[in-house]
């Protein structure tokens, strides 16, 4: 079943996912930064994204702005799949700093950690990887060391 959030958490993760979204859709438009480490240059892949994909991505969007969380980890989870690091970042980031949503956090971890679509910060990393720690994910304490 998936978690509901309150009205305005929902509207702050649909303002943010809707500008990763939009990035993909119309290629080359720069994105916002959401936190002061995120590139914000546009697409970070060659990659394409077919009509079919970009329905489908369209869909869940809808379903994210309308509170399925679910729904909003999948759109994130299909840019960075397909390679758009930087619009996944971005919607990692959305639903990490709006919603708290752990598995989102970690994976924005990851990514800082790794320098995926955003400037490389193992501290920054790190940060993320403390509070998960913090809040009893077992898997950040290790990963702090």
């Not at 936190?35 to 009509?51: L, V, Y």
């Not at 998960?132 to 950040?140: E, P, R, T, W």
């Amino acid at each position: 079943m998936a978690k509901k959030y309150s009205t305005s958490q929902v509207k702050m993760s649909k303002f943010y996912l809707l500008f990763a979204l939009l990035g993909v859709v119309f290629l080359g438009c720069e994105q916002p930064k959401t936190t002061a480490n995120i590139q914000a240059q546009g697409t970070s892949s060659s990659h394409t994204i077919s009509q079919a994909e970009q329905k489908q991505l369209e869909a869940l969007d809808n379903s994210c702005v309308a509170g399925n969380v679910d729904a909003c980890m999948q759109v994130a989870g299909t840019l960075y799949n397909k390679g758009y690091y930087t619009e996944a970042a971005a919607a990692y980031d959305a639903l990490c700093s709006k919603l708290q949503h752990l598995k989102a956090c970690l994976i924005l971890a990851d990514m800082f950690d790794d320098g995926l679509g955003v400037v490389k910060s193992s501290a920054t990393a790190k940060e993320i990887w403390q509070k998960a720690c913090y809040n009893g994910d077992k898997d950040s304490c290790k990963k702090m060391k």
